[in-house]
């Protein structure tokens, strides 16, 4: 019989949070609205001229992108730490 140490849960739990995480903020960047700038306008192919106000979903599309990408953040950070101070629990 294996003993599987109490300490796999938090690692479970905290890696199915980044793997959550990191789809939603794949999904969230993806739903910012074009504003030019990008590679095309590095090598003079775009004329961005919209230069108007940002509305109020844009705005809280913006937070909830900060949240995310903080909790993203922060579950590396916790991940690295738990394997950091407990190496026998970290995968071959």
Known sequence: MT???????PILIVSVLLTITSVALSLFVLLHKNRGGGMSDLF??????SMGG???AERNL???TI???LLWLAS???L???YRWF???APL
Do not use: E, F, H, K
Request: no cysteine; glycine share 12%.
């Open 80 to 82: 690295l730490t738990l």
């Open 62 to 64: 913006d937070r909830l």
């Open 87 to 89: 190496p026998d629990v």
């Open 3 to 9: 003993v599987v140490p109490l300490l796999t849960w």
């Open 54 to 56: 940002t509305s109020v």
């Open 76 to 78: 590396i950070l916790i």
């Open 67 to 69: 949240v995310v990408g």
């Open 44 to 49: 003079g192919g775009g004329m961005s001229a």
